[in-house]
């Protein structure tokens, strides 16, 4: 059992050491990635634009059903299990462009 720890260890050691080789060697294109993005969403990044979707999911509890009723059924399981208070501003959109 403690011989497959310690693989497992090694082997986390050495995708970590990947990770970092590759984020060092590829910081000028991260960094002008980012601030392209900052750039073409900043707006909506740190100003509130509140859309009908939003104004309605601010005054109910939890996921509403009424999106699966609207084949919304993606919005509806984006906020029962990830963004349980979408009118949150920055929380959303920035997951959205990290993962982009």
């Given at each position: 059992m403690?011989d497959?720890i310690?693989?497992?260890?090694i082997?986390?050691?050495e995708i970590?050491?990947?990770?970092?080789i590759y984020?060092?060697?590829n910081?000028?294109?991260?960094?002008i990635?980012?601030?392209?993005?900052?750039?073409a969403?900043?707006f909506?990044?740190?100003?509130?634009?509140?859309?009908?979707d939003q104004?309605?999911?601010?005054?109910?509890?939890?996921?509403?059903i009424?999106r699966l009723?609207?084949?919304r059924?993606?919005?509806y399981?984006?906020?029962?299990?990830l963004?349980?208070f979408?009118v949150i501003p920055?929380?959303?959109?920035i997951?959205a462009?990290?993962f982009?």
């Amino acid at each position: 059992m403690n011989d497959l720890i310690h693989k497992l260890s090694i082997k986390n050691d050495e995708i970590i050491a990947k990770i970092y080789i590759y984020l060092r060697k590829n910081l000028l294109l991260i960094c002008i990635l980012l601030t392209v993005a900052c750039a073409a969403y900043g707006f909506e990044l740190f100003n509130l634009n509140i859309t009908i979707d939003q104004e309605l999911a601010a005054v109910q509890n939890g996921a509403p059903i009424g999106r699966l009723q609207m084949g919304r059924w993606g919005m509806y399981f984006l906020n029962k299990f990830l963004f349980p208070f979408t009118v949150i501003p920055f929380v959303p959109l920035i997951v959205a462009l990290i993962f982009k």
